[in-house]
């Protein structure tokens, strides 16, 4: 059964530094989105994308954060300046288009340590 | 925004008992998701809701999306010890763009 993928599966970073968190969504899907999950907390939203552009993001998507799919099958989340408060679990999913159903499939996580 | 009440917060099972978590919100919602997370995993989707009054099973799993549209809730039968994990409600409103909203999730643990 095809699946989300993510890489890495645990990045340590220190703050002030750049970090490149990467999925691959399911192939035929055309809906990517970006959560997070602070540890012990409810999973939000970060960011939607569809053809090529965000489509929504919250408030928590800063200037900091950025989105890219450089090629047809990655979809990428790109933290500029990492602060300590960006440590949580960053989950990557994607949605198939079926008359309007909307069942979002998720990756199994990157688990982002700023010291 | 829209917010989403989801209890009880925690719960013991007994191997066998069946168990039963709900969803509640203040504003409608298009489509009713349910997940289940592992330690150190991402959400898995367990059963998706998309039509008011909806009930539907999969395997030991029932869930139902409220004549409302405001709440939903996932009952598990007969349960296993590997139904340990956290459980979360997630909704989506068309309207409200495409985001999930979810719940803060329902622990279920097994009783010592």
């Known amino acids: 059964e095809p699946e989300v993928t993510q890489t890495p599966s645990h990045q340590v970073t220190q703050m002030g530094q750049e970090v490149i968190l990467r999925c691959v969504p399911i192939s035929n899907h055309l809906y990517f989105y970006w959560y997070r999950q602070i540890l012990g907390q409810k999973v939000e939203f970060l960011v939607s994308?569809?053809?090529?552009?965000?489509?929504?993001k919250s408030e928590i998507f800063d200037d900091q954060f950025s989105v890219e799919r450089p090629d047809g099958s990655n979809f990428t989340l790109k933290i500029r300046s990492t602060k300590l408060e960006d440590s949580a679990m960053y989950f990557c999913?994607?949605?198939?288009?079926?008359?309007?159903?909307?069942?979002?499939?998720f990756g199994p996580g990157t688990r982002l340590t700023v010291l | 925004g829209q917010q989403l009440n989801q209890s009880p917060q925690s719960m013991f099972i007994q191997e066998g008992e069946d168990v039963s978590m709900n969803c509640t919100s203040s504003s409608i919602f298009n489509t009713w998701l349910w997940y289940k997370q592992d330690p150190g995993e991402g959400p898995v989707l367990l059963i998706a809701?998309?039509?008011?009054?909806e009930l539907t099973s999969n395997g030991r799993l029932t869930a139902q999306f409220g004549i409302t549209r405001k709440d939903s809730f996932l009952n598990i039968s007969a349960s296993i010890p590997s139904d340990v994990g956290i459980y979360f409600c997630a909704g989506h409103l068309k309207a409200a763009g495409n985001k999930l909203t979810f719940g803060g999730g329902t622990r279920v643990l097994v009783k010592p």
């Open positions: 999913a994607s949605r198939r288009t079926s008359g309007g159903a909307d069942t979002q499939y």
């Open positions: 809701l998309y039509k008011a009054g």
């Open positions: 994308f569809y053809n090529n552009e965000i489509s929504e």
